[in-house]
């Protein structure tokens, strides 16, 4: 198990809290040192039952300067996984990999549910 994070993410910081709270110790990865690849990206999409386009972090500044809401809805699941694959400040943080689960994003009750 692991969680992908950036240092400077405010829904990162609350998620680490959140662990912390509940005496749960996973190693931490700093998502934008040590991007996903495109092999982790394919599999961790398959595991979260989300579609691809929900691990793009839409607030970023990457998002916006590449002005991917207009491009995204053309691209191809490889292309899409391509650009995650580049640059980690693309992707939705954090992301929880699990044994049996993905969770892109900080939601509670999901984390209670599939942690506690």
């Known amino acids: 198990m692991q969680i992908l994070c950036y240092e400077k993410c405010g829904t990162c910081k609350k998620a680490l809290k959140w662990l912390k709270d509940n005496g749960i110790g996973i190693p931490v990865r700093p998502i934008k040192e040590e991007n996903p690849s495109k092999e ?48 980690g400040m693309l992707v939705k943080r954090p992301i929880l990999v699990s044994e049996e689960k993905v969770l892109v994003g900080f939601r509670e009750s999901e984390y209670a549910e599939t942690l506690l």
């Not at 990457?62 to 691209?75: A, I």
Request: charged share 35%; no cysteine.
């Open 40 to 87: 982790e990206l394919r599999e961790w999409q398959k595991r979260s039952g989300l579609p691809l386009n929900k691990f793009f972090n839409t607030s970023g500044k990457l998002y916006r300067e590449y002005e991917l809401s207009k491009k995204l809805p053309q691209m191809s699941e490889e292309e899409m996984l391509d650009l995650l694959a580049s640059d």
